[in-house]
């Protein structure tokens, strides 16, 4: 069982960035696939970005692509989210979570573990 700890969340004007990170403890993030997820107010929760167990698949929204970059650093036991050119809809709450599968997947319920969240606030 692994536990997920984000960080790095804040204010930051349009067009600024931010980089969150996803702390695991309990095992290693190496043994699962890894996906950020967010929730705006009144929203369901939507797919960001998922890295694969190996490290060299990736998958972005739409939405987000080009702008947004998943990683990995096993040394630190860290996955980050790196965004850059934000903008008020990416306004929310990001949640990190693992999946023991071997397939990339967007939706929630593939994922086994998730953090607690971390508030990205963008304003116009």
């Known amino acids: 069982q692994v536990q997920l700890v984000e960080s790095g969340g804040g204010l930051v004007q349009a067009g600024g960035s931010l980089r969150l990170s996803c702390a695991a403890s309990?095992?290693?993030?190496?043994?699962?696939?890894m996906g950020w997820f967010r929730q705006a107010p009144g929203k369901e929760r939507e797919f960001v970005a998922a890295?694969?167990?190996?490290?060299?698949?990736?998958d972005y929204a739409d939405s987000v692509k080009g702008r947004f970059t998943i990683s990995r650093d096993n040394a630190k036991n860290t996955v980050y989210l790196q965004m850059n050119s934000l903008k008020p809809e990416d306004t929310a709450v990001y949640y990190c979570a693992a999946d023991a599968g071997f397939v990339l997947h967007r939706l929630s319920r593939h994922y086994d573990y998730w953090g607690q969240g971390t508030q990205v606030t963008v304003s116009s």
């Open positions: 309990g095992r290693t993030v190496a043994s699962y696939a």
């Open positions: 890295l694969s167990r190996s490290g060299l698949n990736t």
